[in-house]
Each structure stands twice: as C-alpha cells, then as structure tokens.
C-alpha cells in the first residue's frame, strides 16, 4: 500500500503487507597495497688525476776560466758549497659531497571503481481463488 496524501488510514479490518527490497552500498577503506624503499650502496672506483708538479734538478758543471793568480793557497781554507734540492709530493685527500637528493612523496589519486552485487526485493503475489474483482489501479 502507498503512503500517498489522498490514501485513507487503513481500517481496523484491514492488514497490510510490507514489501522490502536490498540497496547496494559501496564504504571504502585504506589498505597497504605496497611500500617504496630508498636505500643507498657504496659504489667504488678507480679514478686517476693528473697533477702538475714541480722539482728541482741540480745541475752541476766545471767551466774553464781565465788563470789568474789566486786569493789563497791551496787548502788554506775549507770551502763548502751546500745546494738543497726539493720536489712536490703529491697526498690525496678525500672529502664527500652532496651531487643529488632523492625525493619522495605521496600523492592522492581521485579514480572510479564499478562495483556490483546481486541484491533482492519482495515483490507481491496475488493469488485469486473464484471470482474475485480486484483493483490494482493503485500499486506502485
């Protein structure tokens, strides 16, 4: 029967049936689908630079000159001449530098999913026995 504003409230001898019928509805929920893992590992390898570098190189050599007399007499005084010869060593020293970030994030993503079910309803059945009159007119 129909809640309709011209229906009449039903009468003490009348009895109704209420028919029912199953909606889908659809909740949501988070579950783990899976998980991104940033790491790091140590890569080496071998790297060779070219260094400019810098030594010195005594060089020594006899000249002939002119006799002339000398100042001194052979062994009246010890000369001595002292030449130091240096050169660049090269030391390698390591430092580490930033070269990239990673970055990670998350972001929402809107999608549509279909989802469908089977769901039931109670529709009336109307059995007549003899010669019944009856008006359906107002069934909805």
Known sequence: MCN??????PTADEQTVQLREEELHARTQPVETGQVRIGKDV??????LE???????????????????????????????SVTEREDKVSIEKRAVVTAEINVDKRHVQDT????????????????????????ARWH
């Open 43 to 48: 890569a080496e390898e071998q790297q060779t």
């Open 4 to 9: 309709e504003p011209d229906a009449k409230p």
């Open 51 to 81: 260094v400019p570098v810098t030594r010195e190189q005594i060089t020594i050599e006899r000249r002939p000159v002119d006799r002339r007399p000398a100042g001194a007499s052979i062994g009246a005084n010890d000369e001595t001449i």
């Open 113 to 136: 999913q279909l989802v469908s079910g089977s769901v039931r309803r109670e529709e009336a059945r109307i059995e007549r026995g003899g010669d019944v009159d009856v008006d359906q």
